[in-house]
């Protein structure tokens, strides 16, 4: 179908089409074949053209309840009928604090204070501010330097894409943060592994290098995801986040969490922190925070943390962290956080996705054998399949997989030279065998 008669079905204008500037879009090929959602329901997509897609990346990894939930939209319509909207700085409202102490005992033990902002970019923004804030009211001010990694996503905002290791999200904008990167854990002889890869993680040890090369004395925190996301679900290996924490500890170096894609329920269990094993001392979240339903993002610190900002914060009525958002913990988005986390328990979402993840990795892992797929990775209800390249362009063959599967109604995420999947939580077995079936034989007639 034509681009404008896509258009049209969904009633746009052709210059309405236009007036839009998509985020991570390529907006030149989707002005001329716009791929236009205008209705959705649990696990499906109604498109403009009254297919139905079976959405294989939970939104983009936002919405593991499924979408439209009753109860986050009836919660947040009775929100908006109480109170839109209310000052967030020295003013607030009864449901953030709910939600702050709900979502605090939800976390990983120790992780007990709640900063709110709107994204996951934002919450990682906040993260890095406040370690790096931490160690100058600690009167450490040297204690600067801030570590990322080699395929990292951390968002969008400088500090995110600072710390960040896609090359694609930093080469427009020139010099960054000061910020430096231990390498990535993809490696060659853990092709194809099933769940955690069992060799790298001596890997960890490059933050013995880092300190070395820069001194324990100036670096603020390592920032990780405990499994990447955006980059294709990269895993790390047996061992390597028990290692970082330790190596942290020894040398009084703050590790930050992104858990962004991986919370709420992703691996299996409620937070990545959990299925590793391992407790960060600052952790972000969004995305499942909500369902999707309403921005919001969030950034939990250990207490101590927060103590050491109140106790150097001067008279009581100073600003002890000059730091937020207009609409920090807004009142809709604090409706549907508190919606979505009942639902989350009510529903045991962690549980349901680790009773569905050997299925899952089962019929991925089936898909092993074709010559365009060079490794298949997984975690929890997290997949990635890794593409061979075009010579020179290694996002032409996902790119067309992609689509295809949308013409399949099928929509599946692409990045780079992986596609990516991420369905709900609440998925059936028949929803997988569909996922999965569509894929092979897409990538089967390429």
Same mark, same amino acid.
């Given at each position: 179908?034509?681009?404008?008669?896509?258009?049209?079905?969904?009633?746009?204008?052709?210059?309405?089409?236009?007036?839009?500037?998509?985020?991570?879009?390529?907006?030149?090929?989707?002005?001329?074949?716009?791929?236009?959602?205008?209705?959705?329901?649990?696990?499906?997509?109604?498109?403009?053209?009254?297919?139905?897609?079976?959405?294989?990346?939970?939104?983009?990894?936002?919405?593991?309840?499924?979408?439209?939930?009753?109860?986050?939209?009836?919660?947040?319509?009775?929100?908006?009928?109480?109170?839109?909207?209310?000052?967030?700085?020295?003013? =607030?409202?009864? %449901? +953030?604090?709910? &939600?702050?102490? *709900?979502? @605090?005992?939800?976390?990983?033990?120790?992780?007990?204070? #709640?900063?709110?902002?709107?994204?996951?970019?934002?919450?990682?923004?906040?993260?890095?501010?406040?370690?790096?804030?931490?160690?100058?009211?600690?009167?450490?001010?040297?204690?600067?330097?801030?570590?990322?990694?080699?395929?990292?996503?951390?968002?969008?905002?400088?500090?995110?894409?600072?710390?960040?290791?896609?090359?694609?999200?930093?080469?427009?904008?020139?010099?960054?943060?000061?910020?430096?990167?231990?390498?990535?854990?993809?490696?060659?002889?853990?092709?194809?592994?099933?769940?955690?890869?069992?060799? =790298?993680?001596? %890997? +960890?040890?490059? &933050?013995?290098? *880092?300190? @070395?090369?820069?001194?324990?004395?100036?670096?603020?925190? #390592?920032?990780?995801?405990?499994?990447?996301?955006?980059?294709?679900?990269?895993?790390?290996?047996?061992?390597?986040?028990?290692?970082?924490?330790?190596?942290?500890?020894?040398?009084?170096?703050?590790?930050?969490?992104?858990?962004?894609?991986?919370?709420?329920?992703?691996?299996?269990?409620?937070?990545?922190?959990?299925?590793?094993?391992?407790?960060?001392?600052?952790?972000?979240?969004?995305?499942?925070?909500?369902?999707?339903?309403?921005?919001?993002?969030?950034?939990?610190?250990?207490?101590?943390?927060?103590?050491?900002?109140?106790?150097?914060?001067?008279?009581?009525?100073?600003?002890?962290?000059?730091?937020?958002?207009?609409?920090?913990?807004?009142?809709?988005?604090?409706?549907?956080?508190?919606?979505?986390?009942?639902?989350?328990?009510?529903?045991?979402?962690?549980?349901?996705?680790?009773?569905?993840?050997?299925?899952?990795?089962?019929?991925?892992?089936?898909?092993?054998?074709?010559?365009?797929?060079?490794?298949?990775?997984?975690?929890?209800?997290?997949?990635?399949?890794?593409?061979?390249?075009?010579?020179?362009?290694?996002?032409?063959?996902?790119?067309?997989?992609?689509?295809?599967?949308?013409?399949?109604?099928?929509?599946?995420?692409?990045?780079?030279?992986?596609?990516?999947?991420?369905?709900?939580?609440?998925?059936?077995?028949?929803?997988?065998?569909?996922?999965?079936?569509?894929?092979?034989?897409?990538?089967?007639?390429?």
């Amino acid at each position: 179908m034509a681009g404008t008669e896509t258009a049209l079905l969904a009633g746009l204008t052709p210059q309405e089409l236009d007036s839009y500037w998509m985020p991570f879009t390529g907006n030149r090929e989707f002005k001329r074949n716009p791929r236009l959602v205008v209705a959705a329901q649990g696990n499906y997509y109604q498109s403009a053209d009254g297919r139905k897609i079976l959405d294989g990346v939970s939104g983009l990894w936002c919405c593991g309840a499924g979408h439209n939930r009753p109860e986050i939209a009836q919660a947040v319509s009775e929100q908006l009928g109480r109170l839109d909207y209310a000052p967030a700085f020295q003013f =607030g409202h009864p %449901l +953030a604090f709910k &939600l702050a102490h *709900r979502l @605090a005992a939800l976390a990983p033990e120790g992780l007990e204070r #709640v900063f709110f902002s709107n994204s996951g970019s934002e919450a990682v923004e906040t993260a890095l501010k406040v370690a790096r804030a931490y160690w100058r009211q600690k009167g450490r001010p040297e204690k600067s330097k801030l570590i990322g990694r080699v395929k990292g996503y951390h968002g969008v905002n400088f500090g995110g894409i600072s710390v960040g290791g896609i090359g694609p999200n930093r080469k427009l904008y020139g010099t960054l943060l000061d910020a430096d990167h231990l390498p990535h854990t993809l490696l060659p002889e853990n092709a194809f592994s099933r769940g955690i890869p069992a060799h =790298g993680a001596e %890997l +960890a040890d490059q &933050l013995e290098e *880092r300190v @070395a090369l820069h001194d324990a004395s100036n670096i603020a925190a #390592v920032i990780v995801e405990p499994f990447a996301g955006s980059a294709g679900v990269i895993v790390p290996p047996a061992g390597y986040l028990e290692r970082l924490r330790e190596i942290c500890d020894r040398h009084h170096i703050l590790l930050i969490f992104d858990e962004v894609i991986s919370g709420f329920g992703r691996t299996g269990h409620r937070f990545g922190s959990d299925a590793f094993g391992v407790t960060p001392d600052i952790m972000v979240v969004a995305k499942g925070l909500t369902n999707g339903a309403v921005p919001m993002g969030a950034t939990l610190v250990r207490t101590e943390i927060y103590q050491t900002f109140m106790e150097q914060g001067g008279p009581g009525y100073m600003v002890e962290f000059p730091h937020g958002y207009t609409y920090s913990a807004h009142p809709l988005a604090c409706a549907a956080g508190l919606a979505a986390l009942e639902l989350f328990e009510r529903e045991h979402l962690a549980d349901r996705a680790r009773e569905l993840a050997p299925y899952f990795e089962e019929a991925l892992h089936s898909l092993k054998g074709s010559e365009l797929i060079t490794d298949i990775r997984n975690i929890g209800l997290a997949g990635a399949l890794q593409i061979a390249s075009w010579p020179g362009e290694p996002a032409r063959r996902p790119w067309e997989i992609a689509m295809r599967c949308w013409e399949q109604g099928i929509y599946v995420r692409y990045g780079g030279d992986t596609i990516q999947l991420g369905p709900s939580l609440v998925s059936k077995q028949e929803e997988i065998d569909r996922l999965i079936d569509t894929l092979g034989r897409v990538i089967g007639e390429l």
